[in-house]
């Protein structure tokens, strides 16, 4: 019952604001684990779906995702790629905007929660 991290960021500058893992630090036998992966928003689903490629290059098994907002692509692209994926979601939005932001969505959670926002 260990909290470790991963951090996985949209590059702004690509168009499809493809994710970018810049931090990982992982337990020696996290494949032994079961894993909940808690993150505020889900657009794209590319950083999640980053993420759960680590932990499958980890060996790990069984993962819940657990957020506040998501979107319909977001999810469906996570749906197709990991089925076997537990999701719990607090609301689902149905569409990005042409930013790749979830629409009404909060803006970008990130942004605001370092005050990183130009």
Not at 54 to 76: D, Q
């Amino acid at each position: 019952k260990q909290w470790y991290q991963r951090r996985v960021r949209g590059d702004e500058e690509s168009a499809d604001k493809r994710a970018v893992l810049y931090y990982k630090k992982l337990p020696a036998d996290i494949a032994k684990c079961k894993v909940v992966v808690v993150d505020p928003m889900l657009a794209t689903g590319g950083s999640l779906d980053c993420a759960l490629e680590v932990l499958r290059e980890a060996g790990v098994e069984e993962v819940v995702f657990v957020n506040l907002f998501s979107c319909e692509e977001g999810l469906e692209m996570i749906q197709r790629r990991w089925p076997r994926l537990h999701t719990v979601t607090l609301h689902v939005d149905l569409m990005l905007d042409e930013r790749r932001y979830i629409v009404p969505g909060v803006g970008d959670f990130g942004d605001r929660y370092y005050g990183t926002v130009e």
